[in-house]
């Protein structure tokens, strides 16, 4: 540890300068939550930060003195936890990656690289093998990504551990979905999830939705996680609708109808039938109705009254209405 113009500073690694941490760092050590000193005392703080960074950054090597492996580790513990926001668990899991954690310089370069993406460096909780992959493996991953056209950095923001796909399975994935007549970039934005699966998990469960009737494309498109579902959830769910009236037609035409809890469509349901509606008739045409909460459903119902209107008959011919704002209804009726 020595020091150039009055700051401690470390070896040169990862493409940082000759200290470990400068003030471009501030941004990102702000955005994981770190509280900086006054103005007059952040050159001491940024001193103290690398203090601690240098001492973790210091190479364990083979016959090294136990005394100094420890401090070693110590030091990128503590960066870890008091600077870098790393839970206590996500440190357990990064010690099962690598016993002596990380050094300090890795993690630095492999945060700058996530804040020049707009990625939250607070993701390493969610995802702690994404500093083993280094500044090098982060930034090849999210190139890949971003070739591939995943929407970028919403996904991994998300979903971080997209990025511990290699990029022949997004390829693959996305070409699946494509042959399905599916925007596979897109869906794979929306649900990243669906990596998880097999591409001849996708191919199979699109098939068995098809065998109800459903157009893949549209029903994929409107709700991606129904790809996720298992053949005996689309079949019990389907099996339930159709005992509550809602016809396969209705399931077809509508399929994100499938994403609803059975006891929240049947709630839906008896509070339409309350508001002297026709539920199945209402659900067919406006099947948005069952994301509504209550209260939206019967303000809605209250507006159309006020502008002289019966509910029953002009939501019978028109239940799309249910969709306008207030201030829209007196446009449409």
Known sequence: MHEVNGTIVGPEKYGLD????????????THLGMEWPSLEQE??????????????????????????????????????????????ETVEELRGLNATLMPTGTIIATQRVLETNGISGLVVN???????????????????????????????????????????????KVGVLNALGVAGKEVVSRYPQILKLSSQQVTDRAAYLASYGLNVSKAITALPSLINLLPETVRRKVGELERLSI????????????????????????????????????????????????????QK??????????????????PMLLYYAPESLATKV
């Open 247 to 298: 016809r396969r037609a209705s399931i077809a035409d509508n399929p994100m109808i499938l994403g609803y809890a059975t006891e929240s469509v049947e709630g839906k349901m008896e509070l339409l039938r309350r508001m002297d509606l026709d539920p199945v008739a209402v659900i067919a045409e406006a099947p948005e109705v069952l994301s509504y909460a209550q209260h939206s459903v019967e």
């Open 18 to 29: 000759t200290s470990l941490l400068s003030y471009k760092d501030k941004q990102w050590l």
């Open 126 to 172: 969610d995802f702690p093998s994404i500093l083993s992959y280094g500044p090098d493996g982060v930034s090849e991953k999210i190139r890949v990504l971003s070739e591939l056209g995943v929407e970028l950095p919403a996904v991994v923001n998300v979903f971080p551990s997209i990025l511990s796909y290699s990029s022949q399975t997004v390829r693959d």
């Open 301 to 318: 119902v209250h507006n159309i009254k006020q502008l002289g209107f019966t509910p029953k008959k002009i939501l019978g011919k028109h």
């Open 43 to 88: 050159e001491s703080c940024l001193i103290e930060l690398n203090t601690v960074a240098i001492r973790g950054d210091e190479h364990i090597k083979p016959g090294m003195p136990e005394r100094q492996v420890q401090e070693i580790m110590e030091a990128r513990e503590v960066f870890l936890n008091l600077f870098v926001n790393v839970s206590d």
